[in-house]
Structures are given as structure tokens and as C-alpha cells.
């Protein structure tokens, strides 16, 4: 096994951005946003990075799937401490089973020992495209993890789960995706953001790929979610108390 | 002509848990459709007969192998692809269990899944949130593959326990790896309501300033019989454990009460409760966003008013 750690990255919208509906329904309005690493792939990437730093990886390989524009987003990575980028450059929006095909064409390459992704996209909010993976190529994952330790051959992750913190053991090579109390991302300092201006980033495209590229869902409109009415406010907690009442909540 | 369905049943071993009965009313909107709930545990006997009581349940299926003790995916997804075949639809819940489950499942079938379903329009067309619930897209399968669904809890109400399926057990013929392996859980034993289904909820955030300040909700919140939540800044800072977190990257939830205590309103809190009947903020920033969804507001030291609120509740005298 190799002692390469392949983290999967996509580019959002800012989670700071007030995210508002096309007034035609066709999307969400991009345009002029500010874009970023999708904060879970962001801790993905820490983790690897951190895994490598203690002697424990030798390689960190970070990549994404979409338009040319993501290069930045894969330079940021670079300057944080990835080794080496690939961009699969796509012209349009892929579903995370397709995403999940292409990972699998450069873990078939890049015979990682690890793979680790966000484990959502805050766009989309789908949770797919780690344990799609992980189906595809056939091997164990480990989702919303909240703690990574890797062991010989195996790694051993501790899961938010809704009952609590479940610890599994997988054997590796295995799909890992992060949840936010893995870490936190260290923050980009302008020297490493020179040096990433020379580090590898590689393109390929989707296309050169020869997967199955077929979408299955048709995103049929956009709408702004109901609005909840407004309420009132009550100046203190017998108003409080009374208000409750009058709804029979008490 | 019927539209077949089949959940995948979450539980603990013991119980089948709530997710199920939500997942099914979700199942149910689809016009014709016909319902199999399927249990895969180490001893199906006690889950299989509470999810034969749920009314539009036509059949369980129960497959029992010692391999299922524990909810592990890359041990569960082979056998849900081994009975999927006679089902057009195949759906989950959109809680930890399903979320990890299904993409896995949808993989292995080659099809895509809509994630967190909350009305279905027709049995191809679903609408679910994206952005944190900041938009809505409604969303059309092409082709005739199966659909995978996650279904988002708090969009549906349990079904009731009216139904009288029949139970079948399946003996499935699937090579099982054993590269994942359980080890432990760690919850908090409470006896506290559950906190995605209670009608009544309690939630801190980051201003309660201490585990310890964290206190004053658990005595409120059993005051009157309910759940306690957090915010992620609240469990981010070690006040309340994980499995409180409230919001996009946690819970879901939609008591009748909700009472945000020290919460500002990040969007990414608000898309947990927004299916709330009524949510009640108490906060000292009258500017704080949670505000804006608050139906009733009360703007103050939450020190001061969370022990007359449990006082007044109690029944005790106005501490005005």
C-alpha cells in the first residue's frame, strides 16, 4: 500500500453568503459571491495534511471535479500544504454519483491509502459522494468523523452519530469524511501561498475519464423557502409565561 | 398499477426507531403506493412486529444474520441491494443511520439519491432543501432507474400504530465483508425526552458560557418535560455533547416548542428548527437573528430569566 492520502475538495458558495433564489427559479444568484473550499473538505484536507505531518502519510494529492475556476480553490489547498493538485475539469454542475465515478478513476491511479472528503457539501447538501465512493471501489468508509488514528493497515474513527460518538475499525485502504470536530483548518499564510504558485496542479477532463457521465436528476426549479411569520416580543418573563399560555404550550 | 416501496428500518437492536414511522408517511404520499419495511438485525423479532404496526406498512421483511448487530453500511448496503429488486423505490432516513447508509446503497444499484426528501409531488418528483434550507429545488428522476431517497424526518409526521402487516423473513445468500468493524458507542444515559421526536425542546448556545452554566436548561428543560439541545458554537466549546447539536450538521427537528436560549440565529442553527410550531428566543442581543424567526422574543440576561421562567412554570409565584 502506498502511503498516499487522496482528499477530495469542491468549490462552494461562502458559508458567509446570504444565499438568495433566481427571481426566474433557475438557481441560486453565484454571480459576484465569494467562493471557497467547502469547509468539511477544508477539514478533510487538514486531517491529511496533519496525518502526513506526523510522519504518518507521505503524500497529500488533493483534487476536485468542476469548472477551470477551481484552480484557485486547489492553489488554496496547495498553500495550506497539499503536495500536488488534479483538476478533472468539468463544464457543468455533476451529481455526486458522477463525482464519485471520477474519484474512483484517480484512486485507481493514485492507489491511495486513504481517502478523505467533507463529508457534505453546504451547497447542495447532499451527503453523497464519500460513500458512493467507497461503494464504487469497493472498500470500507467511515463517515462524520470526529477523530482519525491510524494504525498499521487499519485506521480506527470516531463517528458523530445521532446516539452519540460511535469508534469503528476499518481496514484500510478505506473512504474517510470528516465531520466539523475533526480539526480545525489552519489558516493560510502568504509565503505558502507563493511557493503553491509552483507546486503541480493537473488538468484533466471529465470527458478523458470515459465513465458513465449520465445525470439522473433533473433540477426542475428553485424556490425561497416559506417564510415563518412574524412574532412578537414580550417585555418580560410573566409576558413570557402568558404568551405560552394563551398558545397552550404550557 | 402499484408503486412498490421499500424503507430500510433504523433501530438499536431493540427498537425501531421514530425515523421509521416519518420515513413512512413520507412513503405513503406517493400516489399508489405499496409499502415494505425491511428490518436487518442480528434478532428482527421485537422491530419487526412494531414496524408491522404502522399504519400503510403492506409488509416486513426481516433479515436476520449476527453480522447486523451493529448499523455497520459496507455490511448493510449488499443485503438492501440483495432485496431491492422488486422495488422501484428505495428510502431511508435522512438521520445519521440513513445518511450513511443510502448513498452507499444508490452506488451499488448505479442511481443517483435525493437526499432529505420533504414532499413528494409524484412518484419521479420530489422537493428537498439545499443551502442550509436557504432554497428549495424540486427534483425530477430521469429514466427508469430505482429511486433512492433519504427522507427528512421533520417534514413528516410518525405514521400511526394502526396497521396489521405480515412479517416475512428473507434468507439472503450475500457475502458479507469484514473490513468494518464496530468498537464502542459513548451516549450520555438520560432520561430525558429523545430529542428528535419531543414536542417540547430546550436549546443553549454559547452565551450559557460553561458546561456548567449549561445546567440551568436541564433543570428547565425537566421542568416540563423536555429535550435539551445546543447550538454548534455550545458543543464546539465543550458545553454540551454532539449529539445535542441542533442545525444543518446536526439534528433536524420540529417540536411544538422551541425555546433558543443564548443562540444567536447562524442560518446554519435556524435550518434546524425551522419546522418548529412555535420557537421562543431569549437572547441579550435584540439584534440577534434569531429574532427574525422567533415568534415570540424576549430580550434579556437569560441567567436572570431561565430560573423565573422554571419558577413560574412550576407553578411558583410571579418573580417579577
Known sequence: MTRRILVGIKRVVDYNVR??????????????????????????????????????????????????????????????????ALLVQADRTIEPLVAARALLKLVERELPMLVLLGKQAIDDDNSQTGQMLAALWNRPQATFASRLELLDGKARVTREIDAGLETLEVDLPAVVTADLRLNEPRYVKLPDIMKAKKKPLETLTLSSLSLDERQRLKLVK?????????????????ELVDALRRKGLV | ???????????????????????ITCARAIPGSEITVAVFAADATAIASQAAQLAGVSRVLKVEKPANERALAEVLAPQV?????????????????????????A?????????????????????????AGNAIVTVEVDGDSKIVGTVRTASFEAAPKTGSATIESAALDVELPNRT???????????????????????????LGS?????????????????????????????????????????????????????????????????????????????????????????????????QLEELLAGGSAAR
Open chain 1, 19 to 84: 444565499i438568495r433564489v433566481r427571481p426566474d427559479g433557475t438557481g441560486v444568484i453565484t454571480d459576484g459571491v465569494k467562493l471557497s473550499i467547502n469547509p468539511f473538505d477544508e477539514i478533510a484536507l487538514e486531517e491529511a495534511l496533519r496525518i502526513k505531518e506526523r510522519g504518518a502519510a507521505d503524500e497529500v494529492v488533493v483534487t476536485t471535479v468542476g469548472s477551470a475556476d477551481c484552480q484557485q480553490q486547489l492553489r488554496t489547498a496547495l498553500a495550506m500544504g497539499a503536495d500536488r
Open chain 1, 222 to 238: 428553485f424556490e425561497p423557502p416559506a417564510q415563518r411569520q412574524k412574532g412578537i416580543r414580550v417585555k418580560d418573563t410573566a
Open chain 2, 1 to 23: 398499477m402499484s408503486v412498490q416501496v421499500l424503507i430500510v428500518a433504523e433501530h438499536d437492536g431493540a427498537n425501531l426507531n421514530p425515523s421509521t414511522a416519518k420515513s
Open chain 2, 81 to 105: 441491494v440483495a432485496v431491492a429488486g422488486p422495488y422501484s423505490h428505495v428510502f431511508g432516513p435522512s438521520t445519521t443511520f440513513g445518511k450513511d447508509l443510502m448513498p452507499r446503497v
Open chain 2, 107 to 131: 452506488a451499488l444499484l448505479d442511481t443517483a439519491q435525493i437526499s432529505d426528501i420533504m414532499a413528494v409531488e409524484s412518484p419521479t418528483r420530489f422537493r428537498r432543501p439545499i443551502y
Open chain 2, 181 to 207: 468493524r464496530f468498537v464502542s458507542v459513548s451516549a450520555a444515559k438520560t432520561n430525558r425526552p429523545d430529542l428528535q421526536t419531543a414536542a417540547r425542546v430546550v436549546s443553549g448556545g454559547r452565551a
Open chain 2, 211 to 307: 458546561a456548567n452554566g449549561f445546567e440551568i436548561l436541564y433543570s428547565l428543560a425537566d421542568k416540563f418535560g423536555a429535550a435539551v439541545g445546543a447550538s454548534r458554537a455550545a458543543v464546539d466549546a465543550g458545553y454540551a455533547p454532539n449529539e445535542l447539536q441542533v442545525g444543518q450538521t446536526g439534528k433536524i427537528i420540529a417540536p411544538e416548542l422551541y425555546i433558543a436560549i443564548g443562540i444567536s440565529g447562524a442560518i446554519q442553527h435556524l435550518t434546524g428548527i425551522k419546522d418548529a410550531r412555535t420557537i421562543v428566543a431569549i437572547n441579550k442581543d435584540a439584534e440577534a437573528p434569531i429574532f427574525e424567526v422567533a415568534d415570540i422574543g424576549l430580550v434579556g440576561d437569560l441567567f436572570q430569566i431561565v430560573p
